[in-house]
C-alpha cells in the first residue's frame, strides 16, 4: 500500500477521518437531544440513564433501575453489572416491562404532539 504524508496507508488515514467525523456527528446528536429533553422539560424517571433518549419501551432491571429495553439489553452482552451503581448483576439478569412508566410517557408524548415532535432534527 501506498504511504501517505503521515506514513500510514492512505485508506487507514481515511477511516481515522471517518471515525472522526461519526463521533463528532454522535455528539452533535446527542446536544441536540439533551437541549431539546430540556427544553421540553421531560421528566428524569422518564429518560434511560445509558441512551440519555425518553424510554419507549422502559423495562426495570434487578438493579431496581428502569432503562430503556435496547440501551440495557446492549450494556449487559458487554457487562453483567449496573449500569448506574456498577454491581455485579445477579444471573440470568431479568428484564421486567415497567407497564405503569410506559403509560406515563405515553401520555407524556401524546400531550406534546407525538414521537416527531420531540425528536431531534
Known amino acids: 500500500a501506498e504511504l501517505g504524508r503521515e506514513g500510514r496507508p492512505e485508506p487507514e488515514r481515511a477511516m481515522g477521518k471517518l471515525e472522526l467525523l461519526s463521533r463528532v456527528e454522535e455528539q452533535r446528536r446527542a446536544a441536540a437531544r439533551a437541549a431539546l429533553l430540556e427544553e421540553v422539560e421531560v421528566p428524569a424517571e422518564m429518560v434511560c440513564p445509558i441512551s440519555s433518549d425518553i424510554m419507549r419501551d422502559p423495562v426495570m432491571c434487578s438493579d431496581g433501575h428502569t432503562y430503556e429495553r435496547s440501551a440495557i439489553t446492549e450494556w449487559l452482552k458487554r457487562r453483567p453489572s449496573s449500569p448506574l451503581t456498577n454491581q455485579?448483576?445477579?444471573?440470568?439478569?431479568?428484564?421486567?416491562?415497567?407497564?405503569?412508566?410506559?403509560?406515563?410517557?405515553?401520555?407524556?408524548?401524546?400531550?406534546?404532539?407525538?414521537?416527531a415532535a420531540l425528536t431531534p432534527r
Do not use: E, M
Open 88 to 115: 455485579p448483576l445477579p444471573q440470568p439478569v431479568q428484564l421486567i416491562p415497567n407497564h405503569a412508566l410506559r403509560s406515563l410517557i405515553s401520555s407524556f408524548v401524546d400531550k406534546r404532539g407525538g414521537w
